[in-house]
């Protein structure tokens, strides 16, 4: 088969569909050239990351497409359902990219809560007196609650490292379920189960720190707005690190300004890849180009997977 890794794919995930007898197209084609270069150059596979989107208007316009894959976990950029309605396979990697985004958000909490996003920026300044006076009020995440909102994969992967230094986890999930986390500290394997709370509005003032891994929603409403700001602790810490249009932006800034946030890290954002610069350029939030699963690791998990998923429906 012919497959087009529009997005790229890993040396590892490109030589195992070689090895296949597969032939691996990886020149970027824009997006309004998707459908004319599918067809004129006989593409059976597209493999997408979070760049490219395959909407119904491509998948009627490309009939000779077979599978369509996702290099990553969430699939809002395909139209998945209508897809399968037309018997084409759709794929995705959900396992592969787990640890690579908890370990993001919890580099992106140790940041903040230091200030090294914002220090870093103003140390050129070279006013060490003031500087070392500004950023003097850090805080420990050791003892700390975080809240964890949408307790998938990476959601779990998050909560055994938060664990693993000490924190307290507050799991949200649709429903109550026990969930068996496995922490590895040292040489030993520990077992932990933990219940899921349905009700978030219960639980927000509760939480130091707040980190959302769901998906984008189907109406595209947020999931943290307003209302939910209002009900937070002041001091806040938080990340999104799961889709753009999660966090209502508007109410961000206002929740930041009003200080009930203390500091935001970003990662993803409703206008991407043109984020508003009123965000990019808040002192109290920390943006990063949606680099959650952009580890060398998590890419050869990645291709592996998505090799190992075509080989075996080809």
């Known amino acids: 088969m012919k497959i087009l890794a529009n997005d790229g794919i890993s040396p590892l995930g490109q030589q195992l569909l070689e090895a296949a007898g597969h032939q691996v197209i990886t020149e970027k084609v824009a997006q309004e050239q998707l459908a004319a270069a599918v067809n ?56 592969s990219s787990s640890q690579s985004v908890a370990e993001l958000v919890m580099g992106q909490f140790f940041s903040l809560s230091r200030f090294l996003h914002d220090s870093f ?31 998938g994969r990476i959601g779990q992967s998050l909560a055994s490292y938060a664990l693993g230094i000490g924190m307290n986890v507050i799991a949200i999930d649709n429903a109550k379920k026990d969930v068996s986390l496995s922490l590895k500290i040292g040489n030993k394997d ?66 930041l300004n009003e200080g009930i946030v203390a500091g935001m890290a970003l990662d993803v954002f409703e206008n991407e890849p043109n984020p508003r610069k009123d965000l990019l350029n808040h002192p109290k939030i920390a943006c990063t180009p949606h680099i959650g699963a952009a580890t060398l690791e998590a890419q050869d998990r990645i291709g592996e997977e998505l090799a190992q998923l075509i080989i075996g429906l080809a």
């Open 190 to 255: 520990l077992q932990i189960t933990m219940t899921t709370e349905p009700d978030l509005q219960q639980f927000l003032g509760e939480m130091d720190y707040i980190s959302i891994h769901v998906p984008k929603q189907k109406d595209g409403s947020a999931v943290i707005g307003a209302n939910e700001f209002a009900r937070m602790k002041k001091g806040v810490f938080m990340s999104n690190a799961a889709r753009g249009g999660v966090v209502n932006e508007d109410a961000l800034l206002n929740a």
């Open 121 to 151: 920026k103003n140390m050129e300044t070279g006013d060490f007196s003031s500087l070392k006076k500004n950023y003097a009020k850090g805080v420990e995440l050791r003892g700390k609650t975080l809240g964890i909102i949408g307790f």
């Open 40 to 95: 004129e150059q006989g593409i059976d596979v597209v493999l997408v990351r979070s760049a490219t989107t395959v909407r119904q208007e491509v998948i009627d316009a490309c009939p000779g497409i077979k599978i369509i894959g996702r290099g990553g976990v969430g699939m809002d950029n395909i139209d998945v359902d209508y897809a399968r309605s037309k018997g084409i396979h759709v794929i995705n990697t959900p396992a």
